[in-house]
C-alpha cells in the first residue's frame, strides 16, 4: 500500500497523526499506531474472497476517526515444487472505501485505487491509497 495526496504525490502521514488497522470484529491489529509512513504491507487472507480493513487516524491532540476499505480478490494456489506446499496468489478484482468527514478529523480517504492486481511473492505496491486534508 502506499501513501498519496490528491495530486498523486507521494505522501508521507506527518508526525502528528498515527494510522492503525484493524479487521473489522475480530481484535486484530495489522498495523499499531504507525506515522511518518508513506508505505506498509499487510496480509490478505487466504480464503475469503473480501477482505475489509478498517483505518483509524489519530492525532496527538486526540482525535479519532475510521474509514473503511474493501477489495474483492481471486485466490490461486500457486505450486514452486512439489516438495513444498503451496503459496496462494490473489489477483485484486475491485476496491471501494467509505471515508469519515474532514469536521472530525483533517486527513481522511479521498480515493484508492489499484496500482498493481497480482498479489504474489514480489515486493511491489498493489494498492494506491489517496489522502485528503483540510
Do not use: M
Not at 480493513?53 to 474493501?70: E, K, M, P, S, V
Not at 478484482?93 to 469536521?103: A, C, F, G, I, N
Amino acid at each position: 500500500y502506499g501513501l498519496y495526496d490528491t495530486s498523486g504525490a507521494s505522501l508521507t502521514l506527518p508526525s502528528t497523526t498515527t494510522l492503525t488497522i484493524t479487521l473489522p470484529n475480530r481484535s486484530v491489529t495489522l498495523l499499531n499506531q504507525a506515522t511518518s509512513i508513506s508505505s506498509f504491507t499487510l496480509p490478505v487472507s487466504y480464503a475469503q474472497e473480501t477482505d475489509t480493513l478498517l483505518l483509524q487516524f489519530a492525532t496527538t491532540a486526540g482525535a479519532t476517526a475510521t474509514d473503511t476499505l474493501i477489495y474483492e480478490k481471486t485466490n490461486a494456489p500457486h505450486f514452486e515444487n512439489l516438495s513444498c506446499p503451496a503459496s496462494i496468489f490473489h489477483t485484486i478484482k475491485s476496491v471501494r472505501w467509505s471515508s469519515h468527514s474532514l469536521t472530525t478529523l483533517p486527513l481522511t480517504i479521498d480515493s484508492v485505487a489499484i496500482s498493481r492486481a497480482t498479489v504474489n511473492y514480489d515486493d511491489v505496491e498493489n494498492i494506491k491509497i489517496y489522502l485528503r486534508s483540510e
